[in-house]
């Protein structure tokens, strides 16, 4: 039990984890590539898979390396140097560990529900996916991953299997959210967008008129005005221009209503009306419409925050100071070891403790002994260099 426990809050066991979650991310990858293969896409999974392994590969080499062992020992002697450090270290990282631990197992119940999508086994796949929902975890619909298979199976025209797979997605929603719902609206409108794409106007008519008419009776907060432009535009992309005018000027009011008439969204319903208009041969009001549109999207505020280009660039200099400090000549490094010799220069060092002060201890002194024998080499070799260089000037007849 004590060796389990001591491996559970090991690196060995958070690089296992990691390892685990990133081959689960390209299990989704690849089944995605293979889906709806494109040149971009299946290059870039080939150049992710092939940089993970080499960096894998890497890893793997440098475990053994004495400048590892010696980073490992910097970081352990500080937390034993600090009182009460050790039991916070050894908390935090029981609490990675099985936070980590329990990522995994809820992505690897997700990627076999995914994975019997992918096989076409959709009724089985929503059975999982209802019985557990872990994409909810992660604020997102149940069965999500299968919603943006969904997505990549549409892309290839494979629009038999996403009509199946839509119907699994609306038993997962039905059972989840009930059969009354603003996600059974959207389902409704994702049919009748597949209905659209298979050249079915009237049974994708049919369809947008139950989300809008789903919406209303259920009063859904945001409204239908999203189902109402959809309508619209496929009316008029059948030459309904009166009936889709008529459509959006009802979306276009209820999304000023809800969302303000500055929104995005009104100003995407305008853009739909321009192109009715402009098929009508109403160029002057097309193009108003068109501008006004534009300027709400010009001038809504840009608040959107690329949180995780941030995070990278913190990662990064995080990493860099880290490897920095704990470098042969780095502050951590000079600080672990004094610290390390003023505690065992004390009376009242318990047995234990000072066997690993020790081990630490021994393991600083020689990382940072290499170093400076290193440049005594090389400082040697400079000086042999200008002691040969003067016994052959001196060899010479400079007369």
């Given amino acids: 039990m004590r060796k389990a426990t001591r491996f559970f809050l090991s690196n ?20 995605f590539a293979c889906v709806a293969p494109s040149p971009a896409l299946t290059g870039a999974v080939a150049f992710e898979i092939c940089v993970y392994f080499a960096f894998l590969t890497y890893r793997l080499k440098r475990r053994g390396a004495k400048s590892v062992h010696a980073r490992q020992a910097v970081t352990s002697a500080l937390i034993l140097s600090i009182p009460g450090a050790e039991l916070v270290s ?20 997700d990627v076999l529900s995914f994975g019997l999508a992918a096989a076409g086994q959709y009724k089985a796949a929503s059975a999982m996916y209802s019985r557990f929902p872990v994409s909810v975890l992660a604020g997102v619909n149940p069965g999500y991953t299968m919603e943006l298979l969904s997505g ?3 892309k290839a025209g494979q629009y038999a299997d996403v009509e199946r797979m839509y119907q699994a997605l609306y038993d997962i929603r039905v059972k989840h959210f009930g059969a009354r719902s603003e996600r059974i609206c959207d389902m409704y ?3 009748g967008d597949l209905a659209e ?8 008519e049919a369809y947008y008129v139950y989300a809008i008419k789903l919406s209303n009776e259920i009063k859904v907060p945001q409204g239908c005005g999203k189902y109402l432009t959809r309508l619209g535009q496929l009316q008029a992309d059948h030459g309904r ?11 276009r009011s209820m999304r000023s209503r809800i969302f303000g008439e500055h929104s995005q969204k009104v100003a995407d319903t305008l853009l739909v ?35 995780a280009l941030y995070s990278a660039f913190f990662s990064v200099f995080v990493m860099l100071a880290t490897y920095l400090l704990t470098d042969k000549n780095g502050w951590l490094t000079k600080l672990a070891i004094a610290k390390a010799q003023n505690i065992l220069s004390e009376d009242n060092v318990s047995p234990e403790k000072k066997v690993e002060l020790e081990t630490y201890l021994q ?37």
């Fill in 12 to 31: 060995d066991y958070r690089d296992i984890l990691g390892y685990s979650l990133a081959l689960v991310f390209f299990i989704y990858l690849v089944v």
């Fill in 90 to 109: 050894r908390l935090c990282m029981a609490i990675a560990a099985l936070g980590g631990s329990v990522v995994l197992v809820c992505a690897l119940v």
């Fill in 152 to 154: 990549a199976k549409v």
């Fill in 189 to 191: 409108a994702d049919f």
């Fill in 197 to 204: 794409r298979r050249g079915d106007v009237q049974k994708a």
């Fill in 241 to 251: 221009y009166e009936e889709a005018l008529k459509t959006l000027t009802e979306a």
């Fill in 273 to 307: 009306t321009s192109r009715v208009h402009q098929n009508m041969g109403h160029g002057e009001t097309a193009k108003a419409l068109a501008e006004q549109a534009l300027s709400i999207h010009h001038s809504a505020p840009k608040t959107e925050v690329s949180l």
């Fill in 363 to 399: 393991v600083l002194k020689e990382f940072t002994a290499s170093s400076k024998s290193k440049a005594a080499k090389a400082s040697n070799s400079h000086e042999a260099a200008h002691l040969s260089l003067i016994l052959s000037l001196t060899s010479q007849d400079l007369r």
